[in-house]
Nanobody
Framework: QLDLVESGGGSVQTGGSLKLACVAH????????MGWFRQRPGKEREGVAA???????NYADSVKGRFTISRDNAQDTVYLQMDDLKPEDTAVYYC????????????????WGQGTQVTVSS
């Protein structure tokens, strides 16, 4: 059992920024790879950004140069800094955690948060 709680979603104009946070309620946060996924209406959930236990990262091509994933092991928290937001970034964003994740392929199967809505208007 692992609880993941996302926050930081909201509504912004095109070109704006948001910072999402996900707190993992576990005593062993440092052993988990963490990821951010999103789901747009009528589409499948897709990987956005991921970070492993050594700080290595992977990003979807659509967000490279605009989004930054980071983690603070002392706070059991993973962040997603989103800059230069576009309308196509509008989605529900989900936090994921997996001790056996493959961040290169966004293979996360273990734990998921409830999601936070991000809306970008033009």
């Amino acid at each position: 059992q692992l609880d993941l709680v996302e926050s930081g979603g909201g509504s912004v104009q095109t070109g704006g920024s948001l910072k999402l946070a996900c707190v993992a309620h576990t005593y062993t946060f440092e052993v988990y790879s963490m990821g951010w996924f999103r789901q747009r209406p009528g589409k499948e959930r897709e990987g956005v950004a991921a970070i492993d236990t050594r700080g290595r990262t992977n990003y979807a091509d659509s967000v490279k140069g605009r989004f930054t994933i980071s983690r603070d092991n002392a706070q059991d928290t993973v962040y997603l800094q989103m800059d230069d937001l576009k309308p196509e970034d509008t989605a529900v964003y989900y936090c994921a955690a997996d001790q056996r994740a493959d961040i290169a392929t966004f293979e996360f199967l273990a734990h998921w948060g409830q999601g936070t809505q991000v809306t970008v208007s033009s």
